[in-house]
């Protein structure tokens, strides 16, 4: 696997290649989530390139971004072992040499969800994978579904300018007893590290609510109280909206897919997952 940590070097190196390009950008702390996007990229694509930058612009809370684990050389190992081509790591002063002015909008996209609670997130989001898709220029790229607003508005963003390169979502990874695995999750203490599959499993009862026909803003206040009523659990938001609108909605649609979200803190931590439904074939991915 070869490193690249300036972006001159790296541009350079990608004019000499000639195959297709898969591209996995992540902020590090690599866990088996990541590496399965950095499988499925190596599958489908001949060579493989894995970024990690902590983007600045896009953490709406200090703290968060102060405490954000970094273990590049773990992360270096971990992704030789899966078979990674290239792992770029640009310098914060190289890709933010000088200060964004442009500020993206997704007509709503950006203000549900996780939009309400973090304010700015998805413009530093747009900013970042906007600058690594020029640097990268892949042929497809791929994110993961446990941050499904960020893969809906990727694809919106990508749409909307232009970028020559297929987004691929892929399924969440989860620890045997249910949680979404995420680098927040090492800040867990033991015993919240105990309670956090309780969040997989609310969001799976409340699918179950649905199919029995129990409406959604029924199964969103069912939802809301039990993740309030569970020991150290801090629910922020818990919705059921239409998975490309990521709208709220009120009753259950015959055809399409739509998606069960929520953010809990389990303080100071914070923790999101979600449940994609497709509704016509009743399957919950
Ligand atoms: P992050 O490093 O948290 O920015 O994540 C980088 C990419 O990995 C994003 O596309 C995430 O959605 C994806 N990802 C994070 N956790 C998981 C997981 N448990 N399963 C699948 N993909 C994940």
């Not at 892949?138 to 749409?159: E, H, M, S, T």
């Not at 045997?176 to 609310?202: E, F, T």
């Not at 939802?223 to 801090?234: N, P, R, S, V």
Request: net charge neutral.
């Amino acid at each position: 696997m070869k490193i690249f940590n300036g972006l001159k070097s790296w541009v350079n190196e990608r004019k000499n290649i000639k195959g297709s390009v898969g591209f996995v950008p992540t902020m590090g702390a690599l866990h088996a989530g990541h590496l399965a996007l950095i499988t499925q990229s190596r599958q489908e694509n001949d060579l493989t390139v894995c970024s990690i930058f902590v983007n600045p612009t896009q953490f709406n809370n200090a703290e968060d971004l102060q405490n954000y684990p970094r273990t590049e050389a773990a992360d270096a190992d971990k992704l030789r072992t899966a078979g990674c081509d290239v792992l770029l790591i640009p310098p914060a002063a190289e890709v933010y040499a000088s200060i964004p002015r442009i500020s993206f909008a997704f007509d709503g996209l950006d203000k549900a969800m996780e939009g309400q609670h973090r304010p700015g997130h998805f413009n530093g989001v747009a900013l970042i994978v906007s600058k690594l898709l020029h640097w990268v220029n892949p042929d497809r790229a791929y994110f993961g579904q446990k941050d499904w607003q960020q893969f809906v508005i990727v694809r919106q963003l990508v749409r909307d300018l232009s970028f020559p390169v297929s987004v691929i979502a892929c399924p969440t990874v989860r620890e045997p007893d249910g949680l979404a695995l995420s680098s927040r999750n090492q800040r867990l203490s033991a015993a919240q590290r105990q309670q956090a599959p309780q969040i997989y499993r609310v969001l799976q009862a409340a699918a179950t609510h649905l199919h029995a026909g129990i409406s959604p803003a029924q199964v969103t206040q069912t939802a809301m109280e039990t993740l309030a009523a569970t020991a150290g659990f801090d629910p922020e938001y818990f919705v059921v909206a239409d998975a490309e609108t990521l709208q709220p909605i009120n009753k259950m649609p015959d055809t399409g897919r739509i998606i069960l979200a929520t953010a809990v803190y389990l303080r100071p931590v914070r923790l999101i997952d979600n449940l994609l439904i497709d509704v016509s074939s009743a399957k919950t991915p």
